[in-house]
């Protein structure tokens, strides 16, 4: 499991970045939980993730932050990246970022992807 922890901070909100090899939902949920087991991103606003499985295809969940694993996912097809979840998680500032929060979502899976270093899971 990789983790980039308090990358990305806006207007109180804070950003990071975790993933690891899944091949299924099943396997998602337990990096989940595995990633929850630190208190920190267990008590995260949301936790969104999308996994390109070769064998079930497409899987994703937004965790409350609508359209965010969506980002996630086109980046994952993009990249061919698959066997892989990527979860990013942000802690909520308090106040709205609009579509500075797709963005956000993008910078931190580009730098996850870019900290991973390329590697076939």
């Known amino acids: 499991m990789l983790v980039l922890e308090n990358f990305l ?3 109180g909100s804070r950003y990071a970045a975790a993933g690891g090899p899944c091949r299924s939902e099943v396997e998602a949920k337990a990096f989940l939980k ?3 087991r630190r208190k920190k991103f267990a008590k995260a606003t949301h936790n969104s993730w999308a996994c390109l ?3 079930h295809g497409p899987l ?4 409350g932050e609508a359209g965010a694993a969506a980002v996630i996912l086109r980046m ?3 990249e061919e990246v698959q ?3 990527v979860v990013v998680t942000r802690w909520f500032g308090g106040k ?3 579509g500075d929060r797709f963005r956000h979502v993008q910078t931190v899976v580009r730098a996850y992807l870019d900290a991973r270093g390329g590697k076939a899971c």
């Open 83 to 85: 066997d892989e979840i």
């Open 60 to 63: 994703w969940h937004d965790d």
């Open 9 to 11: 901070s806006d207007r």
């Open 34 to 36: 595995q990633l929850k």
């Open 96 to 98: 709205h970022l609009g």
């Open 53 to 55: 499985s070769r064998e």
């Open 76 to 78: 994952l097809e993009r």
